[in-house]
T-cell receptor
Framework: TQLLEQSPQFLSIQEGENLTVYCNSS?????LQWYRQEPGEGPVLLVT?????EVKKLKRLTFQFGDARKDSSLHITAAQPGDTGLYLC???????????FGSGTQLTVLP | DAGVIQSPRHEVTEMGQEVTLRCKPI?????LFWYRQTMMRGLELLIY????????DSGMPEDRFSAKMPNASFSTLKIQPSEPRDSAVYFC?????????FGPGTRLTVT
């Protein structure tokens, strides 16, 4: 069974601070996706990374896929209250279409 | 497109009753997934379909759970009989490529 562990589980910070969320596994994934989920809604895809060492930026969010494709990180610069939500990483393997979701990081950005 | 549609959004039922959750995937998508989300266990994949055919139901907790997809535009997840431990948010998602599009979820409470 492939597992994705996310840390921290909970994170509460002040507006303007920087933060990093981690997603780790002992398994290799062919792709890694990051989703954000807001209360009362389903997860929404933020980014997909597929190459070891790949870095993608989405405004103030920076995503990195580990060289060995077993881990990933999400860095947010100058967090804003609108960044509040549950961040989920999800790993994909080969031709299998189902994703393995991480345990999630609940981020709260206080004004 | 309206996105993935789920109904009802909220369901409160008594233990022992039958519960049916409904999902309309995005038109043209060939994969449909049912997930369950709880605080304790996070987002769990229950079952997924490809072109209306169930591919993997290993995540279905027990025989009380069943899912059908009679056509490309409709799927149901049924729990009979329901138990308090089934209380959770149930998500339906559909995809055409590696990205999954989630519905808003059905919050089920079994008393």
């Amino acid at each position: 069974t492939q597992l994705l562990e996310q840390s921290p589980q909970f994170l509460s910070i002040q507006e303007g601070e920087n933060l990093t969320v981690y997603c780790n596994s002992s398994s290799v994934f062919s792709s890694l996706q990051w989703y954000r989920q807001e209360p009362g809604e389903g997860p929404v895809l933020l980014v997909t990374v597929v190459t070891g060492g790949e870095v993608k930026k989405l405004k103030r969010l920076t995503f990195q896929f580990g060289d060995a494709r077993k881990d990933s990180s999400l860095h947010i610069t100058a967090a804003q209250p609108g960044d509040t939500g549950l961040y989920l990483c999800a790993g994909g393997t080969g031709s299998a279409r189902q994703l393995t979701f991480g345990s999630g990081t609940q981020l709260t950005v206080l004004p | 497109d309206a996105g993935v549609i789920q109904s009802p959004r909220h369901e409160v039922t008594e233990m022992g009753q039958e519960v049916t959750l409904r999902c309309k995937p995005i038109s043209g998508h060939d994969y449909l997934f049912w997930y369950r989300q709880t605080m304790m266990r996070g987002l769990e994949l229950l079952i997924y379909f490809n072109n209306n055919v169930p591919i993997d139901d290993s995540g279905m907790p027990e025989d009380r759970f069943s899912a059908k997809m009679p056509n490309a535009s409709f799927s149901t997840l049924k729990i009979q009989p329901s138990e308090p431990r089934d209380s959770a948010v149930y998500f339906c998602a559909s995809s055409l490529g590696p990205r999954e599009y989630f519905g808003p979820g059905t919050r089920l409470t079994v008393t």
